[in-house]
């Protein structure tokens, strides 16, 4: 077909990719970030697919007078966690792509 390029090989290079995305979205289930506040009296681990795995909190923190402090340390350790995880995952993908797919605008990789 005139005007079409080697099309088999796009098709070929496009499910390798597919490959590759299937690979990392298991992969990232597996691989953590940790998000901190507080100095690390609050941690709030996340895997690569923004899930949260874990939350620790130290006993020095804990003051029933004071529960809005507590809250707060915690939203601000998983909001860290949560973005941390976007942009590990982002990575990933970036990564195994090695800049076969194009910079579409809108495409979002996030939550994979």
Not at 5 to 22: D, I, R, S, T
Not at 48 to 66: A, C, H, L
Not at 72 to 95: I, P, R, Y
Request: avoid cysteine; hydrophobic fraction near 40%.
């Amino acid at each position: 077909m005139a005007g079409v390029p080697n099309m088999a090989g796009m098709m070929k290079q496009l499910q390798k990719v597919q490959e590759k995305m299937a690979r990392i979205q298991e992969e990232l289930e597996s691989k953590t970030v940790l998000g901190e506040a507080g100095g690390g009296v609050v941690k709030v681990t996340a895997n690569g697919k923004q899930r949260i795995v874990k939350i620790q909190i130290d006993k020095e923190v804990v003051d029933p007078s004071d529960i809005e402090m507590l809250e707060d340390l915690v939203l601000a350790a998983t909001n860290k966690a949560l973005e941390d995880a976007g942009k590990m995952a982002q990575e990933e993908v970036g990564k195994a792509t090695s800049g076969m797919l194009p910079n579409i605008p809108g495409l979002n990789i996030t939550g994979l």
